[in-house]
């Protein structure tokens, strides 16, 4: 079954005539061109693509489950309104995510109903297809950083091994990152998602090194806390708290489980190792194309995890004044154990310095 049939399922779900959709993760889900001036329109009689004139050549090069309607540039939702009228279409669901003026403009000409999380959900159980593209981005991800660490030195900034990563991604091959990368050194690792800056890399420092790669579409997602040089008393007593807790929390990502109970299992672990107030966001996120992975393991999520589902395992500690460490891995969920999918040692990884 190809992954528009699925969404075309939501259409008898919900009782409408016509769903539409413009953002890009579903966009890649179903095979449309990824473009802001693209939308999409599945119908119980077709399904059609309706963009601008900038997107036309790659639409009739790649697209093969979409009748394709090209129109000026500003002119894509007047377009749609007018197919929509057209067609006598009396009901649409949209996403959630559609900024209100152009919800306004839909349902002044037929009733909207909202998609809520349907999409995310039913994206969140990957064919084998998509866990092989998960399992190559994490391969690449653990092939950057493993070089990442010969270029890193004392004297470099935080933004300058953003720099290196980039670099990196795109040299071993990858198509892009998954997100910004989360860097910092010393006392700004306390910060969960602190970006990185002009401070300078000293002898002795933590750097939290978070980054992901894509590759045909699919993402991988991967956090190290490192040591530069010798690892001080404190980084070592933080690490060797949070390394085992991370590595047992990985083992609950178990069909059945709802992302809650994963997240308090990782939560009462590192309270009682006497840090549960410097564990301050939920343990993990969806992996896949992104924008909005499901299932979320957060302590307020009821998601219930599925064989073929990928989740990142991510717990920290961050002391603020001091540093932060945190270790990610992106778990496959089975019918039997979970799967790791990242490769690269959960040891403590002290970088040589020349001091």
């Known amino acids: 079954m190809k992954n528009i049939n699925k969404i075309e399922f939501l259409l008898d779900e919900l009782a409408v005539d016509a769903i539409v959709i413009n953002q890009k993760a579903t966009k890649v889900y179903v095979d449309g061109l990824t473009g802001s001036g693209v939308w999409l ?9 309706i963009m601008d004139g900038r997107y036309q050549t790659a639409a009739e090069e790649s697209t093969t489950v979409f009748k394709n309607i090209v129109t000026k540039q500003g002119n894509v939702l007047s377009t749609i309104l ?3 009228a057209k067609e006598n279409i009396n009901k649409i669901a949209a996403e959630e995510e559609l900024p209100y003026a152009q919800f306004k403009a839909l349902s002044e000409v037929c009733k909207v109903k909202s998609l809520g999380d349907r999409i995310p959900k039913i994206r969140s159980i990957k064919t084998q297809a998509e866990i092989e593209k998960i399992k190559v981005a994490c391969a690449l991800g653990d092939e950057v950083f493993k070089q990442l660490l010969t270029t890193i030195h004392v004297g470099m900034t935080e933004k ?3 720099g290196e990563i980039y670099r990196l991604i795109y040299q071993l091959g990858a198509d892009g990152v998954s997100f910004d990368p989360v860097i910092s050194s010393g006392p700004r690792t306390a910060m969960p998602h602190g970006r990185a800056s002009d401070r300078i890399l000293c002898t002795g420092d933590f750097l939290l090194l978070d980054f992901g790669v894509v590759k045909d579409g699919y993402q991988s997602d991967m956090t190290r806390t490192i040591s530069v040089g010798k690892a001080t008393d404190q980084f070592r007593k933080m690490y060797e708290i949070l390394r085992p807790i991370q ?25 009682v190792a006497g840090y549960g107030d410097y564990f301050t ?3 993990g996120h969806g ?7 499901r299932p979320l393991m957060n302590a307020s999520s009821n998601d219930i995890l599925t064989a073929g589902m990928v ?11 001091l540093g932060g460490i945190r270790i990610e891995d992106d778990i496959l969920v089975t019918n039997s154990a979970p799967q790791i999918l990242t490769k690269t040692t959960r040891e403590i990884i002290e970088l040589e310095t020349n001091d």
């Open 41 to 49: 329109i599945i119908s119980r009689k077709e399904n059609y693509q």
């Open 82 to 84: 007018k197919w929509l």
């Open 160 to 162: 300058e091994v953003v």
């Open 247 to 271: 590595n047992e929390t990985a083992q609950q990502f178990i069909a059945g489980k709802l992302g809650k109970e994963i997240h308090n299992f990782a939560a009462h672990k590192i309270e």
């Open 281 to 283: 966001h939920g343990l």
């Open 287 to 293: 992996l896949g194309i992104g924008g909005g992975e």
């Open 311 to 321: 989740g990142t395992c991510e717990p920290g500690i961050y002391i603020p004044g």
